[in-house]
Nanobody, 124 residues
Framework: QVQAVESGGGSVQAGDSLRLSCRAF????????MAWFRQATGKEREGVAT???????EYADSVKGRFTISRDNAENTLYLQMNSLKPEDTAMYYC??????????????????WGQGTQVTVSS
């Protein structure tokens, strides 16, 4: 399993923006298709966005037009720009790399969570 650290979460007001980062401790980062997942208290984990190696992206309907996933392979870092945040975006956010050993599914692909997550709390 690749180790990573997520950061950038916080407590904000509805309508605000945050940018999450996921720094991976592996030079193989560039070979992975990546994703962001989130889990709110008492709810199932859900996929938020995915960025394939070829550059294709896919987003959950709930975040389309508001969130943007990107990466910097030179820095082994994955990003999630979150704009127009809503209270329903409140959750722990995790980055994940595509892996046959993972137990997280999104957009027909299998992912393994890499980090401990970063908390996002949006108040109305």
């Amino acid at each position: 399993q690749v180790q990573a650290v997520e950061s950038g979460g916080g407590s904000v007001q509805a309508g605000d923006s945050l940018r999450l980062s996921c720094r991976a401790f592996s030079n193989s980062f560039k070979y992975y298709s990546m994703a962001w997942f989130r889990q709110a208290t008492g709810k199932e984990r859900e996929g938020v966005a995915t960025l394939l190696i070829g550059g294709n992206t896919e987003y959950a309907d709930s975040v389309k037009g508001r969130f943007t996933i990107s990466r910097d392979n030179a820095e082994n870092t994955l990003y999630l720009q979150m704009n127009s945040l809503k209270p329903e975006d409140t959750a722990m956010y995790y980055c994940a790399g595509e892996s046959v050993y993972g137990d997280a599914w999104f957009a027909g692909r299998q992912f393994e969570l890499w980090g401990q997550g970063t908390q996002v709390t949006v108040s109305s």
